[in-house]
């Protein structure tokens, strides 16, 4: 079936530090992909989706890029601030439910 | 712009007890989700359904047992507490079809004695 494989675990960096989390997906065909953040005490929240082959979403200062030939859509960022910390899950739609399936999650903490 | 409530905010239970979680949402959405949260575990979708009086099992659905009531409200049971079992329970809907946003409920905490 499809999945999701995200870096696990946890990130730690300093203020303005690059940040890459990397994701890559299994599926057929072009599934929509997702990044969802999530802040301590809330439910995640979408951070932006991109549904085409080399189609770029961002928001907030992230961005990712929609890659079929590798399956992957990693986000990155170019200057973390301490008010990034959070979980970033990837996710994407599953083309045979009306589901999405969630990457196990990555927690970035941000040092100032 | 619309809201889902999730209630109890905590639940504390006793081994061996049935537990209910219930889940509002206003945005008037087709589809409605249960998932559990593990620390190091991620989201793990245990019922959803796609329209009123639909129910489809997910990936966790044992243990579980779900009503979806009307359009607006989807419960969640736990049929018999497991010991030591604390995780939280996220609620979500969305439009029906590709490309929707799921908006998800602040959770409700379950701790079992």
């Known amino acids: 079936g499809d999945s999701v494989t995200q870096t696990e675990g946890q990130v730690a960096l300093s203020e303005e530090d690059f940040l890459t989390i990397h994701c890559n997906y299994s599926?057929?065909?072009?599934?929509?992909l997702f990044w969802y953040v999530q802040y301590p005490g809330e439910g995640p929240q979408l951070l932006f989706r991109?549904?085409?082959?080399?189609e770029k979403g961002s928001s907030r200062g992230f961005e990712a890029t929609y890659d079929k030939g590798t399956t992957s859509f990693h986000l990155r960022k170019a200057s973390v601030q301490e008010s990034d910390s959070a979980v970033y899950y990837c996710?994407?739609?599953?083309?045979?439910?009306?589901?999405?399936?969630f990457g196990k999650g990555t927690h970035l903490h941000v040092l100032p | 712009g619309g809201i889902i409530t999730q209630t109890p905010k905590f639940l504390i239970g006793q081994e061996g007890q049935k537990l209910t979680l219930k889940c509002q949402q206003n945005?008037?959405?087709?589809?409605m989700y249960w998932y559990r949260q593990d620390s190091g575990k991620g989201l793990r979708l245990i019922y959803y359904s796609i329209t009123e009086n639909d129910l489809q099992k997910g990936d966790l659905s044992e243990g579980y047992d779900a009503s979806r009531e009307k359009k607006s409200s989807f419960s969640l049971t736990v049929t018999s507490a497991q010991k030591n079992e604390m995780a939280v329970f996220l609620c979500a809907s969305s439009m029906r079809g590709r490309f929707a946003e799921q908006f998800f409920g602040p959770g409700t905490r379950l701790t079992v004695l």
């Open positions: 599926a057929s065909g072009y599934p929509t």
């Open positions: 945005f008037n959405h087709d589809t």
């Open positions: 996710a994407l739609d599953d083309t045979n439910a009306y589901k999405v399936i």
């Open positions: 991109a549904s085409r082959d080399k």
